[in-house]
T-cell receptor
């Protein structure tokens, strides 16, 4: 069965610093991986997704993620944090069961200080 | 393009009462999902529809939860009777098709508090 593990429930960075949010997956089939962001009292918004076309995936708001099969990882990065990046981030993998639901990690809360 | 609409946004009920949530997906989206997000956790699928047929409801507590998607557009999720552990945010999402790489678009959610 598919699963996702997000390392670190809370990450704090200074404005302008590198953002690194970690995600490791477990999958019995080639995975399709997603990063979503959730702002307070809002739904989830897609940042980027890996669909096997390219291992380095660029998303919105300057975020990118690299798929590394050997490490079973799909870490999210951004070179320079902005105050507006403060939110909760979820890594997810598509289920390979009956449907196509997303299986989410527990999330990482990103705090950005000035 | 209008996003996924959900109502109500907030609901407070007593345990053993019933409650219903409504979702209107993005126009033309064939696939609709209901997820439950408990505080401090990621969303977990309750049920997936393809048009008006159920694709996956393996994680839906069918003794108390029910869902329907009449005419393959709007959907309602009902809880009857509610338990304390049902306190969560209920998210509706839709996607154009049912591919494993299709983007799911989420609504703002309904926050349910069961007292």
């Amino acid at each position: 069965a598919q699963s996702v593990t997000q390392l670190g429930s809370h990450v704090s960075v200074s404005e302008g610093a590198l953002v690194l949010l970690r995600c490791n997956y477990s999958s019995s089939v080639p995975p399709y991986l997603f990063w979503y962001v959730q702002y307070p009292n809002q739904g989830l918004q897609l940042l980027l997704k890996y669909t096997s076309a390219a291992t380095l995936v660029k998303g919105i708001n300057g975020f990118e993620a690299e798929f590394k099969k050997s490490e079973t990882s799909f870490h999210l990065t951004k070179p320079s944090a902005h105050m507006s990046d403060a939110a909760e981030y979820f890594c997810a993998v598509t289920s390979n069961q009956a449907g196509t639901a997303l299986i989410f990690g527990k999330g990482t809360t990103l705090s950005v200080s000035s | 393009e209008a996003g996924v609409a959900q109502s109500p946004r907030y609901k407070i009920i007593e345990k053993r009462q019933s409650v219903a949530f409504w979702c209107n997906p993005i126009s033309g989206h064939a696939t609709l999902y209901w997820y439950q997000q408990i505080l401090g956790q990621g969303p977990k699928l309750l049920i997936q529809f393809q048009n008006n047929g159920v694709v996956d409801d393996s994680q839906l507590p069918k003794d108390r939860f029910s869902a329907e998607r009449l005419k393959g557009v709007d959907s309602t999720l009902k809880i009857q009777p509610a338990k304390l552990e049902d306190s969560a945010v209920y998210l509706c999402a839709s996607s154009l098709m049912q591919g494993r790489t299709d983007t799911q678009y989420f609504g703002p959610g309904t926050r349910l508090t069961v007292l």
